[in-house]
């Protein structure tokens, strides 16, 4: 049965019976047509019955003014102005992510954050959660990443990330020249440090992608002992080491498409050689004493472009997969140990659960978000649909992966750009969380790091966001 608030604006001291949230005295909600007369101006205020909240999520702004349209005979005289949503999570933070107040600033991610704002700024709002105390809530930290001061918080930001847990430094880099002239590099050492509620700005420098400086997308990964990571950035390859922040060596990709498709690398630990998927080419790099090509297989007509390859250091093989191939590659010697069919848009990275034995592809399928799983060991293939949630409906087409060790979990983005988890025990979704994205079509890169699983974004200012898994999943 619809229900409803009476509300005036009030400066001032409570009105007696009433209640107060900053400057909105409000009522107690009542059916519609019931509960008190409020006619009678209590405390000489005008007021006003807000929106029906049966199946909706209200949303109330005193207006200081007085000035608000109204369809009284008085006209505009309104001192209260109101907003609705749909009655789901992800309607409410659309709706307060689209206040007029919020035009410009970075997207709340989930119903804590909102909560918090709304009550911060003198809102009033019938939606029931309680607000958490600071450093209570899922979003714990943002890294903003810029070229220099001006260029924050426009143009795009980081498209790669990766997390050292030796040195727990996460390192960050820029290829999207194509779209952005500020490309470079970074990283923001002892991330555990890292205080709850924080934000980090750290800035890029090009300094060392020098060979890299060509147009296309690219990929980053570590070595085995956490210190170097290997950049891939088009056109060629530079190796950093993160002890001394300096460039140690690189190499210039002769063989390959360096167009925007994703595409990414792997450091093989058992080998020491670094894998390349470089459009139709697999090209094997050695590592030492200094870069070298030791290998470049062309791979059509068997496979066509292969964008993503993965390392599995249990059983020290690799797994690369494109559109409709993927295929086993030894480490040892570039060769193949078996192929398969696959039926995806789009492929944009991968991980290996040792738990499981299976290769986990974060990829687009029929215009949708999944995850791709192929069994190590038997070279099946199967598919995870990550679902819409909410009234949101589907707006994002792909997906990016992490992988959490702690729980054996895939965490990526579904189509209603909620942070979901896929059980790697099952192949099932297991959580749906209420953590939404806004603003980014695709997760980029995602990195766990000490409980935290670390999101970087190519808008919302070219930040970073970092979420404590332990309060969207309590291990």
Do not use: H
């Amino acid at each position: 049965m619809a229900t409803t608030t009476p509300f005036t604006y009030n400066p001032g001291s409570p009105i007696a019976g009433q209640n107060q949230s900053g400057s909105i005295a409000y009522g107690d909600t009542n059916l519609v047509n019931g509960g008190d007369d409020y006619s009678g101006n209590p405390g000489g205020k005008k007021w006003w019955m807000g929106a029906d909240e049966e199946n909706k999520y209200i949303i109330c702004k005193d207006v200081s003014t007085s000035d608000w349209p109204t369809q009284t005979p008085e006209g505009d005289i309104g001192s209260v102005r109101f907003w609705g949503s749909a009655k789901t999570d992800a309607a409410f933070v659309l709706r307060v992510n689209t206040l007029p107040a919020r035009a410009g600033l970075i997207p709340l991610d989930d119903v804590f954050e909102c909560k918090d704002w709304l009550d911060t700024n003198g809102y009033w709002t019938n939606f029931g959660i309680p607000n958490p105390p600071p450093g209570d809530r899922q979003r714990f930290a943002i890294i903003d990443f810029y070229r220099n001061p001006s260029s924050l918080g426009s143009g795009y930001g980081v498209d790669n990330l990766a997390y050292s847990s030796e040195n727990d430094t996460m390192y960050a880099f820029n290829t999207n020249t194509w779209n952005y002239s500020g490309f470079g590099n970074a990283n923001l050492d002892n991330l555990s440090s890292l205080i709850s509620g924080s934000r980090t700005f750290v800035s890029l420098s090009a300094d060392y992608l020098s060979v890299g400086s060509g147009y296309g997308a690219g990929s980053c990964t570590f070595d085995n002992d956490g210190d170097e990571v290997y950049i891939y950035a088009g056109t060629g390859i530079s190796r950093y080491t993160l002890s001394t922040n300096a460039l140690n060596d690189s190499i210039a990709v002769t063989n390959g498409n360096r167009g925007e498709d994703v595409r990414t690398s792997a450091f093989d630990d058992v080998t020491s050689k670094y894998f390349v998927a470089n459009g139709q080419y697999l090209n094997t790099y050695k590592t030492s004493p200094s870069l070298s090509l030791s290998s470049s297989i062309n791979l059509a007509p068997t496979q066509n472009l292969a964008t993503v390859i993965i390392a599995d250091t249990v059983n020290n093989s690799l797994c690369m997969a494109g559109t409709n191939k993927f295929t086993f590659v030894d480490p040892s010697n570039s060769s193949f140990i078996g192929t398969g069919s696959v039926d995806v848009d789009v492929v944009m990275n991968g991980v290996y659960s040792s738990t499981s034995e299976n290769y986990y592809f974060g990829v687009g399928r029929g215009g949708s978000p999944a995850v791709m799983v192929i069994d190590a060991n038997l070279g099946t293939v199967s598919y995870v649909n990550l679902p819409v949630s909410g009234s949101r409906g589907a707006v994002n087409t792909k997906t990016t992966i992490a992988y959490d060790s702690v729980r054996d979990f895939v965490w990526g983005m579904s189509a209603s750009r909620n942070l979901i988890g896929v059980d790697c025990s099952t192949n099932t979704v297991s959580i749906n969380s209420n953590v939404i994205f806004e603003g980014t079509n695709t997760a980029v890169m995602p990195q766990i790091a000490n409980g935290k699983i670390a999101i970087g974004s190519r808008v919302d200012n070219n930040s970073v966001k970092l979420y404590d898994l332990e309060l969207i999943s309590p291990s």
